[in-house]
């Protein structure tokens, strides 16, 4: 998130001073000639042509298919042979002797290369998400930690990291979704942000917030006075005008390319954000907790990450720690409470006290209707009073039935239907 910040404060507007003391504002649209870029920020810029490149030599299956093209799968391959060439070509020499403990093995190469393949999508699911794009942050990081960009005045390389460095880098994966059709990498539909980028939210929105004269007064609220409004992405005709200076509609324009429809049905998150009326300044904070959030913070993202020197897995010293299975095996077990029937109910008296319906009558005999309720027996069916022996209930007068019991309670009459004859009970003749 430190890096994060750096490249996201880069991109506010600046107030300089002049010499007669007149503020003037400078703001970092894309293709500004006001961004300077270094040599570590062009070598890289030379690296993404060359994957670019590789395209041309790994065409697209021809064909109906429903899924990603198999033949990012060949670019893959490509890029993984040749990435250790490229990245001796186009990476400073320091970045592979800074350490001595990085020097051994190649384990500086070992590392960026995973990285950087890994932040282009993933060849056996041929799909492309956030996840792949914070690899790529991560590849910009260890180049950064390791001095591979150069030390100017605060903000200057950053924001040439993410003009010069970034931007390319977004350019080339939205051509690789297009040529391959890859699938959207653990998307919500349309319950998230983008179907697959997001900094360029973050570095967007930071292009249109108010201006600031140091990265100690970035603003909560408000917009750069000639930047467009939040609403205006509902509109196909400003997104065009604005998505070639602008990283923010950049990447709502390639929705546009990619989906049909009404903006507020294929794109609904974006188009609430598109209501904040604070600015752009309240929607790049929003942006930058939502990343941390819904990316850095989401399992099915990071289980994809690869940790190693560069980026450890370390274990949050404030974290609790976490259960020792084997004591928790070894507890011995509380007794459990009875059956919730047995619980007392709120209120009652007693601690054995049911949980009747409201109708019951805790007195009544069973198989007599409650009071106040009308039995339901069948119209053929005899009384209950007439089946209840004298003190053995409903159980004891029926096993009287058939057996000439000298029990003293009537007899129960056989059952038969309202049609059947009176009688011994006979089947009654046909007509």
């Known amino acids: 998130m430190t890096f994060l910040f750096q490249l996201n404060g880069a991109m506010y507007p600046r107030k300089i001073i002049g010499d ?5 504002v400078h703001t970092w649209d894309l293709g ?4 300077v870029f270094s040599e570590s920020v062009n070598n890289l810029k030379e690296l993404l042509q060359k994957l670019e490149d590789m395209i041309d030599e790994a065409p697209p299956d021809p064909g109906p298919r429903r899924f990603g093209n198999v033949s990012f799968r060949r670019w893959s391959q490509l890029a993984e042979e040749r990435m250790p060439e490229l990245l001796r070509d186009y990476l400073p020499v320091q ?9 051994e093995g190649g384990r500086v190469e070992e590392e960026l290369s995973a990285y950087l393949l890994g932040s282009f999508g993933s060849a056996q699911r041929l799909d492309y998400g956030t996840g792949h794009e914070l690899s790529f942050l991560a590849f910009l990081g260890c180049v950064w930690m390791l001095g591979g960009f150069e030390r100017r005045e605060a903000g200057v390389e950053e924001r040439g990291i993410v003009l010069g460095v970034v931007e390319p880098y977004l350019r080339l994966v939205r051509r690789l979704i297009l040529t391959y059709t890859l699938e959207p990498a653990g998307s919500h539909g349309v319950w998230g942000l983008d179907d697959h980028s997001f900094v360029p939210y973050i570095f967007g929105s930071a292009q249109f917030s108010p201006a600031i004269a140091s990265l100690a007064q970035l603003p909560a609220e408000g917009s750069l006075p000639t930047a467009a409004e939040p609403g205006d ?3 196909a005709s400003v997104v065009a005008r604005e998505r070639v200076r602008n990283l923010y509609f950049a990447a709502v324009g390639f929705i546009y390319d990619v989906k049909r429809g009404p903006f507020w049905e294929h794109s609904p998150i974006l188009f609430d954000i598109s209501g904040v009326r604070a600015g752009w300044a309240k929607i790049n904070r929003g942006m930058i907790k939502m990343y941390d959030a819904e990316v850095l913070s989401k399992f099915p993202v990071v289980q994809h990450f690869p940790f190693g020197s560069l980026f450890p897995w370390d274990r949050d010293p404030r974290a609790p720690p976490p259960p020792d299975p084997a004591r928790a095996a070894s507890r011995p077990q509380v007794p459990t409470d009875p059956a919730p029937s ?3 109910r709120p209120g009652s008296s007693g601690g054995s006290g049911g949980t009747r319906a409201p109708w019951a009558n805790p007195g009544a005999v069973a198989g007599a209707p409650a009071e106040g309720m009308a039995s339901t027996r069948a119209p053929w069916a005899p009384s209950p009073t007439a089946t209840l022996g004298v003190g053995g209930g409903s159980r004891g007068a029926r096993s009287t039935r058939g057996s000439g019991s000298d029990s003293g309670s009537a007899k129960e009459p056989p059952p038969h ?3 059947a004859a009176s009688g011994a009970g ?6």
């Open 20 to 24: 007669e003391g007149k503020e003037t």
């Open 32 to 35: 500004s000639s006001d961004v």
């Open 95 to 103: 970045v592979f002797t800074f350490g001595g403990e990085h020097r």
């Open 233 to 235: 992405v509902a509109k």
């Open 342 to 344: 047995c619980r007392a």
């Open 417 to 419: 239907a309202p049609w």
């Open 426 to 431: 006979g089947a009654r003749p046909l007509p």
